[in-house]
C-alpha cells in the first residue's frame, strides 16, 4: 500500500508559539513540514519572512517543505536554498512560458534543491504533465493560494489522478501533494485518488486533539 504523509502547514500555527506548535507537532511523528510563502505580486499580501524561516528551521530536523507563492520564483528558491529548505514548491503560473519552467527546475536543482511545481484551481493539470519526470513533486493545490482555512475544490481530484496514472505509467519518483481544504473526509479522498502528501494546516493547529485528528486522517486513509 502506498505511504501517506500529513505535512502540517505552519500558517496555522499560534505565531506566538513557535517552539510550542513545532513541538507538538514533532511529536506527531511528522515528516514534512510544510512552510508557506506569498508575495504582494503573486497573491496580493505576504506570509511568512525570511527570518521566520530561519526561527522555524532551527527548531526541528524535519524535512522543509517550502512553498513559494511568489511572481519571482529564482529569487526566493535561492535564499531559501541558502537557509536550508529541503523542497521548494513554485507556481507554474508564475513563469511566463514551458522554457522558463524547464530553466527554474534546472537552476533550483544546481542549488541542491528538491523541486516541486504547483498549480492553482483553475490551472489545466495537462500543461505541467511533460514536467513531472524532471521534479520531485507536484503540488495539486485545492483551494485558491492566499489563505488557510478555506473549503476544498473537488476539480484536485481528478488532478491528483491524472498526475498519479502518469507518474506510475512512467514509473517515475514524483511525489504528489495535495494542499487545500484538507480534514480526515477530503484527505481520504485525495489519497485514495492518489496523493502521497496531505498538507493540512486550519485542521489540526488550534485544536486540542492534534494527535486524534492526525491518527484519524492517517488511519481513515489506511483502511
Ligand atoms: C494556502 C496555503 C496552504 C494553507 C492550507 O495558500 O498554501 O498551505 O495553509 O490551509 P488549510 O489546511 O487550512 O486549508
Ligand atoms: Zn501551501
Redesign the pocket.
Known sequence: MRKVYVAP????MDKNDYKGEIDKIIKLGVKYI?F?V?DEEF?GHT?FSFDDFKRVEKLHNQINDV?I?VAHPYEFAKEYSKLGADIVTFHYEALKDDVSVVDLIEAMKKMNLKVGISIKPKTDVNRILSFLPFVDLVLI??????????S?IPNALDKIRACRDYIDKNNLKCLVEV?????DVTGVSCYKAGADIL??????FGHEDIKERYNKLIEGCNK
Open positions: 502547514s505552519l500558517l496555522a510544510h508557506d506569498m497573491i506570509s512553498h507563492m493545490m485545492s483551494v485558491e493560494p492566499g489563505l488557510g482555512g478555506q476544498f494542499d487545500g481544504g484538507i480534514n498538507v493540512a494546516g486550519s485542521y489540526l
